[in-house]
């Protein structure tokens, strides 16, 4: 990652937050505390709400339930990876037909 990525990323990040402390050209080592990690570990409602949205889209572009557990949709994912993998012939067809 470029400083100026990362400088166009944090810049970003503090307009969608509503920080006021700053204005809106935030140098890349004003203040160390400022990362991804401390951000996560916050996880402010805007950015969880964020997430939230993007699980959304996710589950409605494959077509899936939003409820569900992460188990489901760790079967659901490695379905579909073994369903790609046959079809570009990285793996042979399964015999078990769970994963058809």
Do not use: C
Not at 1 to 11: D, E, K, P, S
Not at 79 to 98: E, F, M, R, V, Y
Request: proline residues 4%.
């Amino acid at each position: 990652m470029t400083v100026t990525f990362t400088h166009r990323a944090l810049r970003e990040v503090t307009v969608a937050s509503g920080d006021s402390q700053t204005s809106g050209d935030v140098q890349p080592k004003a203040d160390k505390k400022r990362t991804l990690t401390n951000l996560y570990n916050q996880r402010p409602t805007w950015l969880d709400l964020a997430h939230k949205r993007l699980d959304n889209a996710v589950f409605a572009a494959y077509g899936w339930k939003s409820d569900l557990s992460d188990e489901e949709i760790l079967e659901k994912l490695l379905a579909l990876n073994l369903a790609q993998a046959t079809l570009n012939g990285i793996l042979p067809i399964p015999n078990d037909s769970k994963y058809h």
